[in-house]
């Protein structure tokens, strides 16, 4: 058997696809047919990414130059004997594996955790008989039965449908429920027009009905969405990016050094052992083993953070991304509005009302509702809440039905109109389905001797069948003049973004009698769901920021234009542009449409485009989003931002942040987490390598010049695990600076260290370099003491100039002392847990024999203790001589 390749069955009639899949509608297939065909098109699944592994995640820590280069530290040390250096290196990253390896797997298991997805049926027609079989197992011309609440499982074209409405908003974008019949459409339609067919992983919200199935597993809609997400691979995150560059610079710096300072010794004759030593002591100098550390820590803590106001962060480097955004492309539909249709605007006879907080008003507030208009309001109302099949429960999660009926739900209980008291006053009789065709609905009610017909629609065809208005106390006659009057509120209210039905009413003294002739007209309701109410300030944060957003649905313009007018987006006139209407070369968006704020009725490819595009201009980009359409937009983005309460699992699987509240104010939280993670980083970076430029300066003048090492290899690593890592951890903790969401986002070309930061650090090392060989000097030809507590005094010098140097970092414009820093408590935490591990390490017999100290007399604390301030006091001159090389610093 070979495949069949239906080319748009949408465009065909149902008879025709039927005769082109081979398959009676009145029987379905064999069961040896299905299994023939489930062999040929294969299982109806859709590829998903792999687990992931606690192998992957555990070599992951190693990818790094900097580990690699410490891996071979230790091997050398190990090859030359040096056991207990080689076991530090090797304790060091050890360490550092192991705190990557907790956070990182901790995120991915949380991820997986929502990801769990629920397995399928679906009831299908084989042989002549129902039967009920897993949703994999359904192949093209399977006969499927479908009824409201289903979940569709495959793309089906109807070949019958009865009152059929569909909820496609995962997939298109659109928020209202698309009505569905067994006529074909244009070939031409685009997938939301596309009425005739039911696609996989939408839901049928009423009706019933019978559909073949056209297409399964990756041939679906749907399946063509997740190849696009498979084709998106999203790129470094821009501090990954940064940490490697920097990370490589090191690596190749300490290499650089290493063979320019073992080879001057080589060349003066020293021992080749004592180079190597030497040379081991380099490399551990040089390379800020605490930076890796740091960094993950301070991004797990933003993650952690994050956490806790409702915000999974799935790459702990997404915390930072969010920090150099520079565009957010947004959906609309649930993130910038409630996703929750309301009743706004009424248009009566006797006037144009709306829904407030309280109740109804009249429009412009003038003045109290009319008894003539309460009257009116009434009959509208009675309509809408029996012609309806929607159900309020007690709470909003038990809600269940059309969001526009629910909608009108609402607003007749608000109203006093309860379904259940009317109906027991009015029995439903029956029901003539809404279709398109006809674009009304009507339900037949008995009331006393006759029967009450209740109607709703679309204004054009309600106001067609009518022949007269409902008044006060009389019906007035609906003439042409009049009647274009009511079209011209309908294109009002439509022009506002709202979304118009219609309301009729006749009375018969038989239910038989037509349902949509002579009918007559009670008004008009306007309907929209409405903007969140947090959105316009989080937008407005977000121009503070310098950070453009843009909306993409794929709903229509004129809904989109308002909502964005509502919520601040784009200003008071909002620029838009249609998704057909975008031009793109080699899926690029030309840059002349990049300038919009609003991109409506955009499909799946077009928003991917959007994004590439985007990133093509340099910018940074976050994607927001919660259907199966956003996703392959939201794993191109930088940072793909899903939605987990609502958000569907194709585009919780592809985002990299996932808001467990759907809130977009949480994003904007992000944004701002994620510049002051930068600012931290930047902070603790030039800490670390500023202290280590000190410790590589003591070690190479110390060689060239010819004199012993003042500073041990072992030292060393003790220095860069103790003094540099605690202080800087504290530094990762800031809160940041109040103002740091009202300054422009950074250049995402920016390192993380600039030229002023190099000034810095070569100027700080400078000052450590100085202080230190200063207490040497003192202690070697001032006191005359020996080679060990020559060492003991230099080490501690060291040691604890950095713990004062900490306090050097500052923002610039801060006061000298009541800064950031000094109000830190992590800060302070941090000096005093590793001035008791110095002393420990001094006063420990022990610890003080492995790191070849003595225990210092008090002419030894004299000079730790006067050289080790130097570093503090010469801040503020090296602060100023920064600010004169780089105004900006």
């Known amino acids: 058997m070979e495949r069949v390749r239906l080319d748009s069955p949408h465009g065909q009639s149902a008879t025709e696809v039927l005769a082109a899949l081979n398959v009676s509608f009145a029987s379905g297939l064999s069961d040896h047919e299905a299994e023939q065909r489930l062999s040929v098109y294969g299982a109806n699944a859709i590829g998903s990414r792999q687990k992931v592994g606690l192998i992957s995640v555990l070599v992951h820590q190693f990818q790094s130059l900097v580990v690699a280069l410490l891996a071979v530290a230790a091997a050398v040390a190990f090859y030359f004997r040096e056991w207990e250096q080689g076991g530090a290196i090797v304790g060091v990253l050890i360490l550092n594996t192991a705190i990557g390896f907790v956070t990182e797997i901790k995120a991915v298991r949380s991820i997986e955790a929502i990801r769990a997805l629920g397995s399928r049926s679906a009831r299908v027609l084989r042989g002549g008989h129902t039967r009920l079989i897993p949703a994999e197992r359904l192949v093209p011309g399977d006969i499927v039965l479908l009824d409201a609440g289903d979940v569709i499982s495959a793309d089906l074209r109807l070949v019958e449908a009865a009152d059929l409405d569909a909820d496609e908003s995962t997939l298109t974008g659109e928020s209202v429920r698309v009505s569905k019949s067994v006529a074909p459409v244009e070939v031409s339609a685009r997938v939301a027009d596309r009425t005739s067919m039911l696609f996989r992983g939408t839901n049928i919200t009423r009706g019933s009905g019978t559909g073949v199935v056209v297409a399964t597993g990756m041939d679906t809609e749907l399946g063509h969405i997740s190849r696009l997400v498979a084709e998106a691979e999203p790129e470094a995150s821009p501090l990954e990016q940064k940490l490697a560059l920097l990370s490589g610079q090191l690596v190749w710096l300490t290499l650089a050094l290493t063979a320019l300072i073992g080879g001057i010794g080589l060349l003066q004759g020293k021992d080749a052992f004592l180079m190597v ?163 009304m609905m009507a339900t037949v009610h008995r009331r006393g001797d006759g029967y009450l017909f209740a109607i709703k629609g679309a204004p054009e065809s309600v106001l067609a069948g009518a022949v007269c208005i409902a008044g006060e106390d009389r019906e007035v006659a609906l003439d042409e003049t009049t009647r274009l009057e009511w079209l011209a509120r309908v294109a009002s209210l439509g022009a506002n973004g709202l979304r118009v039905l219609a309301f009729a009413k006749r009375t018969r003294p038989r239910s038989g009698d037509p349902a949509f002739e002579a009918l007559t007209f009670l008004g008009l309701v306007g309907l929209e769901d409405p903007p969140r109410a947090d959105v316009p300030d989080a937008i407005a944060a977000c121009n503070a920021a310098g950070i453009r957003v843009i909306m993409i649905t794929g709903d229509h313009s004129v809904t989109a234009h308002s909502i964005a007018r509502l919520v601040g987006l784009g200003g008071e006139s909002p620029r838009i542009v249609e998704g057909h209407k975008l031009i793109s070369v080699d899926g690029k968006i030309s840059e002349q449409f990049l300038q919009n704020d609003i991109f409506a009725r955009v499909s799946p490819t077009e928003k991917l485009n959007l994004v590439r595009s985007y990133q093509a201009a340099g910018e940074i980009v976050a994607v927001t989003g919660d259907g199966v359409n956003d996703a392959p937009a939201l794993r191109q983005a930088d940072i793909g931002v899903a939605m987990g309460l609502r958000g569907t699992d194709v585009a919780r699987e592809a985002a990299a942040m996932i808001l467990l509240d759907d809130a977009f104010p949480t994003i904007v939280e992000a944004i701002r987490n994620g510049r002051v993670i930068f600012g931290n980083i930047r902070r603790f970076a030039t800490y670390l390598l500023s202290c280590n430029l000190g410790e590589v300066s003591i070690v190479g003048i110390a060689m060239v010049s010819g004199l012993p090492l003042p500073l041990l290899p072992l030292q060393i690593l003790f220095l860069n695990l103790v003094t540099d890592v605690f202080p800087a951890f504290a530094l990762a903790m800031g809160e940041g600076e109040s103002d740091i969401l009202k300054r422009p986002p950074r250049d995402p070309k920016e390192p993380i260290l600039g030229r002023a930061q190099w000034l810095a650090i070569v100027l700080y090392g400078s000052t450590l370099t100085a202080a230190t060989f200063g207490a040497l000097a003192l202690a070697r030809l001032g006191l005359g003491l020996d080679e060990r507590a020559t060492v003991t005094v230099t080490f501690l010098t060291l040691a604890f100039g950095q713990l004062w140097h900490v306090f050097n970092m500052h923002h610039p414009s801060s006061r000298l002392i009541l800064n950031e820093i000094s109000r830190n408590p992590w800060i302070w935490a941090a000096l005093a847990l590793c001035a008791g591990i110095l002393l420990t390490a001094t006063y420990v017999p022990s610890l003080s024999f492995m790191l070849h100290l003595v225990a210092p007399d008090i002419r030894m604390w004299g000079i730790v203790f006067a050289m080790s301030v130097a570093p503090l006091l010469a801040g503020p001159i090296v602060r100023r001589l920064v600010r004169r090389y780089e105004p900006g610093m």
Do not use: Y
């Open 277 to 439: 030593e030497a040379a081991i002591a380099l490399a551990v100098a040089a390379i800020p083993e605490g930076l890796p550390i740091v960094a993950t820590l301070a991004l797990a803590r933003g993650m952690w953070r994050m956490a806790r106001k409702n915000a999974l962060i799935e790459r702990l480097s997404a915390v930072e991304t969010l920090g150099a955004t520079t565009v957010i492309l947004t959906d609309k539909t649930g993130t910038l509005t409630e996703n929750r249709m309301t009743v706004r605007r009424i248009w009566l006879l006797s006037g144009e009302l709306r829904l407030g907080k309280i109740g109804f008003e009249l429009a412009d507030g003038s003045a109290p509702v009319r008894p003539d208009t309460v009257f009116q309001l009434e009959c509208l109302f009675k309509v809408a809440v029996l012609c309806n099949n929607a159900t309020l429960g007690h709470v909003p999660a038990e809600d269940s039905g059309d969001p526009m009926e629910l909608a009108l739900l609402r607003a007749g209980r608000l109203a006093g109109f309860d379904r259940r008291g009317l109906l027991s006053e009015s029995p439903e009789i029956r029901e003539h389905a809404f279709d398109t065709v006809r674009k």
